[in-house]
């Protein structure tokens, strides 16, 4: 029993060498000839390449003006939580930002009608913090971001249905005057 098994084991390094030595062949790859050995046939002119055509001295391009008209950053329903979608439009703004990074705002957050008045305010407020933290993690500076709570207050559509609530949970960014 102790030759059979000394027998495979020895048969199984074996194996493992061979295997490991066949993973790491190279392949032969024939080099290409350089251009200055190969010959022209007798007869034959030889193009030479044309030099580029040069181009014209490219100016750089005048500083765009930052765009800060962006919404429709929507949340979870009774929660401060983003939603996947908003995470573009948010990624937008930074970029914006990044151009103009001496500009205050304000971060007016928003909820649906569902729950009472000091619950909405209070989220709200959580929503448009949200937003300030997605903006000071990329890199924005937090004392550019001033945050207001509406509540319910201001909808931008009727409460009245699902998709309408949606629509009213959420946080605008405006320039502070």
Request: hydrophobic share 35%; proline share 7%.
């Amino acid at each position: 029993m102790n030759f059979i098994k000394n027998y495979l084991f020895s048969a199984l390094i074996l194996l493992s060498i061979i295997t490991m030595y066949s993973c790491k062949a190279k392949k032969m790859v024939a080099k290409p000839v350089p251009a200055s050995v190969t010959e022209t046939a007798p007869g034959v002119e030889e193009k030479k390449p044309e030099p580029a055509p040069q181009k014209e001295t490219e100016q750089p391009a005048p500083a765009d003006k930052p765009n800060f008209s962006l919404d429709n950053i929507q949340f979870e329903f009774n929660s401060s939580v983003l939603k996947t979608a908003s995470f573009s439009i948010l990624d937008k703004a930074v970029a914006e930002m990044k151009k103009s990074p001496d500009t205050k705002f304000v971060l007016n957050g928003y909820s649906s009608a569902e729950g009472t008045p000091e619950h909405n305010m209070s989220l709200s407020i959580d929503r448009a913090n949200s937003v300030k933290s997605y903006f000071v993690n990329a890199g924005l500076n937090a004392s550019n971001f001033t945050i207001v709570g509406h509540g319910e207050k201001d909808p931008i559509s009727s409460n009245d249905s699902e998709d309408g609530r949606m629509i009213n949970r959420r946080t605008e960014i405006k320039v502070q005057d």
